[in-house]
């Protein structure tokens, strides 16, 4: 069948602008559904509409021995009046004869396929296993496994399912004093917009009533969260009155669960499973059975009026646009629940909610002055939607699993806020598991994600009480819990617990944060003490990203001559230079190599035309390893120019740091003096690097200039005035801050000077750099490394800012490589052999970088030893895998193993009065899953 559909998408293609013209099926999905959509989804949406009609179809045939495109017609459930409509014209005689080969091609498949084998485990629903899930994700795979991760589409394990779908049942029940939960059948009275205007034309409005539990999953799939609220209110209705069963659905059930669904596969599953689960509840249909409310849309998209004007299958995507439509505009939706997607690049950009997100961009009313943040991930973006819709109601549960990034990180401060605001109780149950973060159980053990996915995973259930209530609403009680372990015991936590049990640590509200996780605060008061380096050091920015390192960068300058030389050949055409290069490697939507802002052809041609060797720079790549790079703006995606002009050929020294942290053991900052690329300190998941120079240069772009009409020719130093004077004064350093010293900065003495001779700015940054290489800070403030730019504690006294700084500039000068700082390396390089990487390894004080030739003497304290995301001893032998080491590169390396060696015991020299005890947190079982208690001692 994915083979068929695919032909049938590719006949889609070929036919479009036949199938554009207005009224036909194309331009009524495209002006009434998915206003957005390209050609490529309108072909995706026309073959997965044939090919799950088709298999709808089939379902339901009780003649297995013959089956057609008319039968298809006749069999496809009523339940779904948009594939019946769109069968009408695919069983007709109108239909191209090279469409109806595939169609028929396709129903000889379902026609030769053993329908009862695979229908032998669909109905069960008391199972744990969704065969629907299994059957969709296979046929994804098969068809397009691509459009999955775009969309950030992944199901959900019925666990977590089921606890959700519980956890709102019991808000019903105990919060609302529906005693039925979500079988709940009673009715208000709303004003409902009919689609018609009056005679002043005004829309016309009507008093209507309708159920008071309007359920809604705005991002449906295969109606896996949905067909357990039908399980649940089966269960509860048939052990009352199971005769009335059937009236039941028609009446109170169907009329008020609804699904929004934009992949055409899952819509159709979700239509076939729904469907079904009735069916093996005992549902008899009646004559005229209401539709199912599982509908086509993009729920990220506006609710507007729609005016019914079009006919045949047109109406019906009319009928399918304005029922979506008036269940986002005027349906008072009580309880949202689901798996939105997940999708930090997010494809859904309307303007509509774009604004809603921008309700997050504020704390305690005031905007958070962020430009770049994670605000746009699809997750973040249907909880915005679904907080929406129940602020509009005035009352309900939101019921979500997403991705767990918005309970801690600063960026997601306003989004907690806003939260906070809307609901009066939130319980978080975080599930971790997140491979990205190298998350670990507190006791040490595995800790497992309950989806096959990288990102760690919460679940929220948010109750919004409603109140008449004029005056300014409290702020929501949060609830937290941590769940920890294997994946089998998460999940049984989750099949027995409940929300107030697996989330029973209430939190307090702490501005400016407002964390959703549980913190030491009377650590984190003596911290936020301190300064920000980021507030310290304003003028920062994060590292260079060229998108083609394999292209720009190379180990040595004439490596990376050779390959621009042979990149601009002109007796070369492109498709070789492509091939050379960026082999067959293609998103689909480009040529492999081109991307949205850069063309092969076009780089070729302008390099042809230029003296690029000039443009050939050193580049802090990664800890202690200096590579090259054709460092200019149509060549580097992401060059940060204005920014690396302080760097570039120019005297300067600066931190490189991470603004946030994942995993244990705090290592994010190193130093550079020269431009760095965006991984230099890591290469992790949100530990971008950040370079925050100690000296500015005259740049005419700069606003300072810009705005003052001449260009200051000063070098000026990247301290706060008011935070610089602030340290200056506790570490004692007399009189007034100088101006910088141009001459001495330009002939790199501010370098060469030596304790005390050194400049006041120097000193002040090897304070800062001792600091953050202190283990009783890095341990102490563990927690609050992870979610922000570091805060540094202002001197204690003189005494304890010389020694600091002391220890400070030792290091500094350690890992710039100075000779000085370094001294004798005692780790001779022997054996035989031609020096070529192989595999290295470390094995009793040896690091063998083949089968025959070993570093000697090599402390395991220096081959383990971390920076930010990296062993340096260990990645800079296996970024050379297969080349042959020469006499530099083995000077170098031991320069490395020494470097680090030292840098473990000048650490642990480092002595910081912080005020506390490190942070040790308590634990306890529940459910042979690990929950976390916090429970710091002082």
């Known amino acids: 069948p994915a083979q068929s ?434 998350e670990g159980s507190p006791d040490g053990a595995a800790d497992k994600n309950v989806f096959d996915i990288m990102q760690g995973v919460a679940i929220i259930i948010a109750v919004k009480k409603r109140t008449d209530c004029k005056k300014g609403k409290a702020l929501a009680d949060v609830r937290h819990g941590d769940l920890w372990g294997s994946r089998e015991a998460k999940n049984e936590a989750l099949w027995a617990g409940t929300a107030p049990v697996l989330s029973a640590i209430s939190l307090p509200h702490k501005a400016p944060q407002y964390p959703f996780v549980p913190r030491d605060f009377d650590a984190e008061a003596i911290y936020l003490k301190g300064f920000s380096v980021a507030d310290a050091m304003p003028v920062n920015a994060t590292g260079i990203v060229t998108a083609r390192d394999g292209l720009v960068v190379g180990f040595r300058r004439p490596e990376v001559a050779e390959r621009i030389a042979s990149f601009t050949d002109p007796s070369r055409p492109d498709s070789e230079v492509r091939a050379q290069f960026f082999g067959s490697r293609s998103d689909g939507k480009y040529l492999p190599g081109d991307t949205r802002g850069w063309k092969l052809s076009i780089a070729r041609k302008a390099l042809q035309s230029t003296d690029w060797q000039s443009d050939i720079q050193n580049i802090a790549y990664r800890p202690f390893d200096t590579r090259s790079i054709l460092y200019r703006p149509d060549m580097v995606d992401w060059g940060r120019t204005e920014f690396m002009k302080n760097f570039l050929a120019r005297p300067n020294v600066g931190l490189a740091i991470c603004r946030q942290g994942v995993g244990e053991g705090w290592a994010n900052v190193f130093i550079a003096d020269l431009i760095g690329d965006d991984s230099y300190v890591s290469n992790r998941s949100k530990e971008r690097g950040y370079f925050c120079p100690l000296y500015i240069y005259p740049n005419p772009n700069d606003p300072i200039y810009t705005d003052t009409g001449h260009l200051d020719e000063r070098i000026r130093l990247n301290f706060d005035p008011k935070i610089y004077a602030q340290i200056r004064k506790a570490a004692g350093l007399s009189g007034a801050p100088a101006a910088v010293d141009g001459g001495a900065v330009e002939t790199q003495a501010f370098r060469r000077a030596t304790g005390n001779a050194r400049p006041d700015e120097v000193k002040v940054l090897d304070y800062v750099y001792g600091v953050l290489h202190c283990p009783a800070y890095r341990e102490t403030y563990a927690e609050f490394l992870k979610i922000d730019f570091p805060r540094i504690p202002f001197p204690s006294s003189p005494e304890v800012f010389a020694a600091v700084s002391g220890r400070g500039e030792a290091l500094r000068r350690l890992h710039l490589m100075e000779d000085s700082a370094i001294g004798d390396v005692p780790y001779s390089f022997q054996g035989d052999g031609q020096s070529v990487i192989d595999k290295p390894r470390f094995e009793s004080g040896c690091v063998w970088i083949n089968a025959s030739q070993y570093f000697a003497n090599v402390p395991v304290q220096a081959w383990d030893f971390p920076i930010g995301g990296y062993q340096p001893a260990q990645k800079w032998l296996k970024d050379r895998k297969g080349r042959a080491l020469v006499w530099d590169d083995i000077r170098h390396y031991q320069k490395i193993i020494k470097i680090l060696a030292e840098t473990d015991r000048i650490m642990r020299e480092i002595e910081l009065p912080l005020g506390r005890k490190p942070i040790n947190g308590n634990f306890r079982i529940c459910s042979a899953a690990r929950v976390r208690t916090f429970d710091s001692e002082p």
């Open 5 to 438: 559909q695919g032909r049938v998408q590719t006949w889609v293609n070929s036919r479009w602008k036949l199938l554009a013209f207005p009224g036909h099926f194309s331009a009524a999905i495209n002006t009434k559904l998915i206003h957005d959509i390209t050609v490529e989804d309108f072909a995706d949406i026309y073959a997965e509409t044939i090919a799950y009609g088709l298999f709808a179809a089939r379902l339901h045939d009780g003649t297995p021995d013959t089956f057609t495109r008319g039968e298809a017609l006749d069999l496809l459930p009523k339940s779904n009046p948009f594939l019946r409509e769109l069968f009408i014209y695919i069983a007709g005689p109108n239909l191209d004869e090279r469409l109806r080969r595939v169609i028929d091609e396709l129903c000889n498949v379902f026609c030769a396929t053993d329908m009862g084998q695979v229908l032998r485990h669909f109905g069960k629903v008391t199972a744990r296993q969704d065969p629907f899930l299994h059957f969709y994700e296979v046929f994804l795979a098969e068809y397009n496994p691509a459009k999955r991760k775009a969309r950030g589409v992944w199901y959900t394990p019925e666990p977590v399912v089921n606890f959700i779908v519980r956890a709102v049942d019991e808000v019903l029940k105990t919060e609302f004093g529906l005693a039925d939960g979500l079988a709940d059948t009673s009715r208000i009275t709303i004003d409902w917009d009919t689609g018609q205007n009056d005679k002043s034309g005004k829309p016309a409005t009507i008093k209507k009533q309708v159920h008071r539990v309007q359920v809604l999953d705005p991002a449906t799939g295969t109606g896996t969260f949905l067909a357990e609220v039908v399980k649940l209110v089966a269960e509860r209705v048939k052990g009352i009155a199971p005769g009335q069963w059937s009236s039941y659905v028609e009446q109170d059930l169907i009329p008020r669960i609804h699904g929004f669904e934009l992949l055409m596969a899952s819509y159709a599953m979700c239509h076939m499973k729904l469907d079904m689960i009735l069916t093996g509840l005992g549902y008899k249909p009646s004559a005229q059975p209401p539709r199912l409310g599982v509908y086509l849309t993009n729920s990220l998209e506006e609710g507007e009026r729609v005016e019914q004007t079009l006919f045949g299958l047109s109406r019906a995507i009319a009928e399918e646009a304005k029922a979506a439509s008036d269940i986002k505009r005027q349906t008072p939706i009580m309880c949202v629940i689901g798996n939105p997607p997940y999708s930090g690049i997010s494809q859904n950009n309307g303007k509509w909610i774009i604004g809603k997100i921008e309700d997050y961009k504020y704390v305690d009313g005031v905007h958070f002055g962020e430009r770049k943040h994670w605000l746009q991930d699809d997750y973040v973006k249907f909880i915005r939607l679904a907080e929406h819709m129940i602020e509009q109601n005035g009352e309900g549960v939101l019921g979500f699993i997403t991705n767990h990034g918005y309970l801690n990180n600063p960026t997601f401060r306003g989004m907690r806020w806003h939260l906070m605001q809307t609901f009066d109780r939130i319980y978080v149950v975080d599930l971790h598991g997140s491979a990205k973060k190298h």
